[in-house]
């Protein structure tokens, strides 16, 4: 059974009790990736890693038999470029007990985790890992499956077995939690200007805003 409740202050993430699994992220995934754009998946599974990296939040990457699906993407690789991946066999990545000891050794027990394909590769660990007394939470816009019904059906299979589903976005708010804590403000802010999306525009916005006096023009009015 898993550690904390699912309610209250608690159950919330914090950057010192998460522990981040990014698997498979590789090219013979992304070709039957059906139920998201792929640019989607990578522009989020990038910002989900950089968001790790700037909180020092520790960080497992694992791949599938590599030499035949190909390694990791180069975007991701880049985010941790001495980190080598651990590449399985096991389709569960849980039950290859190099990948559950790295996450042992980190003593955290928040697991946050994301992956291709939300169906197998990330719905098999998430539900074991439950059962190992991890409180297990999926980066579903980080995910995808080879329909969106497949993606949809492992998110409500997750979610009957204790999973918590969440987004990169939340995930940042969570880790962040207060805009006092300025040791992460900045590279929190660069991170989502380069992949929020929308948020980042608005971000840039009020940047542009601060450099010029308080109003686009320029002059204070």
Not at 207 to 220: C, E, H, M, R, S
Request: aromatic share 6%; proline share 3%.
């Amino acid at each position: 059974m898993t550690r904390t409740a699912k309610t209250g202050l608690e159950a919330l993430l914090t950057p010192e009790e998460s522990v981040l699994v990014l698997i498979d992220h590789q090219p013979y995934q992304f070709t039957n990736l059906q139920s998201h754009d792929s640019t989607v998946i990578v522009n989020n599974v990038v910002g989900l890693a950089k968001l790790a990296k700037a909180f020092g939040v520790p960080t497992v990457l694992t791949t599938v038999i590599e030499e035949r699906g190909g390694c990791l993407i180069k975007a991701l690789q880049d985010v941790f470029p001495e980190q080598k991946p651990i590449n399985r066999t096991f389709i569960n990545t849980w039950e290859d007990r190099r990948v559950v000891d790295a996450v042992a050794e980190t003593g955290r027990k928040k697991l946050v985790i994301a992956g291709l394909w939300t169906e197998i590769c990330v719905a098999m660990p998430a539900i074991q890992a439950l059962g190992d007394g991890y409180d297990v939470f999926v980066v579903t816009d980080a995910c995808g499956g080879v329909s969106a019904e497949a993606h949809d059906m492992a998110v409500r299979r997750m979610e009957q077995a204790g999973v918590v589903p969440i987004t990169w976005m939340a995930v940042s708010g969570e880790w962040q939690r207060d805009w006092a804590r300025e040791a992460t403000v900045a590279e929190l802010a660069e991170i989502v200007q380069e992949h929020g999306g929308a948020s980042g525009i608005a971000y840039a916005w009020e940047l542009q805003l601060l450099a010029t006096g308080g109003t686009a023009a320029g002059k204070v009015q």
